[in-house]
């Protein structure tokens, strides 16, 4: 089992910046991707961004290259994104995701919410 908490969510104006972390925990476990996920209020939710466990690829939503990173630190298993310049569609509830374990499968946190408003 793999349990997800995500931390660092408020409320921002444009052009702010917010970093957002998922702290990971559970029993010793493969890590295959993570990702960041989004849902805004009457949308379904869509993808943001992914990594590798080793890094060394990522991927991102069209509407967010350029301004979001993502990023991991394995030793104290946590995932990262980085968010600048953020607009106020990027108003949405934030879900981290790994897709982990033996046999491996999606496992998600409880969300953080991140609202771009003046």
């Known amino acids: 089992q793999v349990q997800l908490v995500e931390s660092g969510g408020g409320l921002v104006q444009p052009g702010g910046s917010l970093r957002l972390s998922c702290a990971a925990s559970?029993?010793?476990?493969?890590?295959?991707?993570m990702g960041w996920f989004r849902q805004a209020p009457g949308k379904q939710r869509e993808f943001v961004a992914t990594?590798?466990?080793?890094?060394?690829?990522?991927n991102y939503a069209n509407p967010v290259k350029g301004r979001f990173t993502i990023s991991r630190d394995n030793a104290n298993n946590t995932l990262y994104l980085q968010m600048n310049s953020l607009k106020p569609e990027d108003t949405a509830v934030y879900y981290c995701?790994?897709?982990?374990?033996?046999?491996?499968?999606?496992?998600w946190g409880q969300g953080t919410q991140v609202t771009v408003s003046s």
């Open positions: 559970g029993s010793p476990f493969k890590i295959y991707t």
């Open positions: 995701q790994y897709f982990a374990g033996n046999p491996p499968r999606n496992y």
């Open positions: 990594i590798t466990s080793s890094g060394a690829n990522t």
